[in-house]
């Protein structure tokens, strides 16, 4: 069995992406990132500060905007306006959720789509959906198939099966899964899939999406399947010193032993998804300066 080492690939990631900042430095281009905060969720202050953080690291760009709490939907617009307008921003996001009296797809549609790292805009949707590589994927399902490249797992031919049809994460990774790229044949379960655990028993490769502690347990996996596990989720526990660990959507200790492959969590997905979004800024930056 094969742990699949999130950390160790992601800073494969960000070695490529600081090499191609290098070059970029070369013909006086420097990447830029906006990131977009409102209110003081104190999560969404931590995703915030890590993604500017690991900008600084990189040498690139970054502006991290925090606004009040009580920003209107028009005052927050204007932001968005201005950074579409700044030509030393390529990469524009705005951190979810967002207080409940914002209009979050309003204000997707409000990025122009060249910018839209994040890859929520219809625009990038829809050319993920086409195969247009020009198009921005969301940065997690990106990381997936990056894990499973790197972990060397064949994919063409093989049955897939995604839990979760989030916009972020299941269904863009369907997609990618089921692209001429890597040619699986990918089935997509949700809250209102019937026998769960025997369709995924079908898999060759499981990908858990759904925000579940544990869900996925031994009776959904199939011996030598490849099991990557999206979950985040925190579960109290008294002996760890915040009182509270992170576990995924899968019963790790019972699954592994039956996986050819499988992601542990943390480090597995997680690390991923930071690495990605610092390479879709620079593939933002790229196509906006034609190089
Ligand atoms: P979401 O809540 O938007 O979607 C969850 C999906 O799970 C839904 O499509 C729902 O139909 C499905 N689901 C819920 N209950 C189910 C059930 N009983 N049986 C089958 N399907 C069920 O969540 P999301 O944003 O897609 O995130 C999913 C998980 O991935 C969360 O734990 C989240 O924290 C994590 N996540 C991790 C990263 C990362 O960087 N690793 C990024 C995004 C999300």
């Known amino acids: 069995m094969q742990i699949i080492d999130g950390k160790q690939v992601a800073a494969q990631v960000l070695e490529e992406v600081a090499q191609d900042i290098a070059e970029l430095k070369t013909k006086g281009i420097l990447p830029g990132l906006a ?11 931590v995703y915030v500060g890590s993604k500017v953080k690991k900008c600084a690291e990189l040498g690139m760009n970054s502006k991290k905007i925090v606004l009040p709490e009580e920003t209107t939907q028009d005052e927050l617009l204007e932001v968005i306006r201005q950074l579409n307008e700044d030509s030393s921003i390529h ?3 705005v951190q979810s959720p967002p207080p409940p009296h914002i209009d979050e797809a309003e204000v997707v549609l409000a990025i122009n789509p060249a910018k839209d790292v994040d890859g929520f805009h219809p625009e990038n949707v829809a050319k993920l959906v086409l195969e247009d590589e020009t198009g921005f994927v969301p940065c997690t399902p990106l990381g997936c198939m990056r894990l499973l490249e790197s972990a060397g797992v064949q ?8 839990i979760g049809r989030s916009m972020i994460v299941g269904k863009p ?12 044949t990918v089935t997509i379960a949700h809250s209102r899939t019937v026998n769960l655990p025997d369709l995924c028993k079908e898999a060759d490769i499981l990908v858990a999406a759904i925000g579940r502690p544990n869900f996925v347990t031994k009776d959904f996996v199939k011996e030598g399947a490849v099991v990557i596990d ?5 579960v109290d526990d008294a002996t760890a010193p915040r009182g509270y660990k992170i576990v995924g959507d899968v019963a790790y200790d019972e699954v ?12 597995g997905v997680g690390p991923m998804t ?18």
């Not at 990774?173 to 699986?184: E, F, G, V």
């Not at 999206?230 to 925190?234: A, D, E, P, S």
């Open 173 to 184: 990774m369907a997609h990618l899964l089921m692209s001429k790229k890597a040619n699986a």
């Open 230 to 234: 999206v979950g985040i989720n925190r």
């Open 274 to 291: 930071i690495a990605l979004l610092m390479a879709n800024t620079v593939k933002a930056c790229r196509q906006q300066n034609h190089c």
């Open 155 to 162: 994919t063409a031919g093989k049955r897939a099966v995604v």
């Open 256 to 267: 592994a032993p039956l996986c050819s492959a499988i992601t542990p969590v943390p480090g």
């Open 35 to 45: 990131v977009v905060l409102v209110g003081n969720d104190p999560a969404s202050q």
């Open 91 to 93: 990469g524009i996001l």
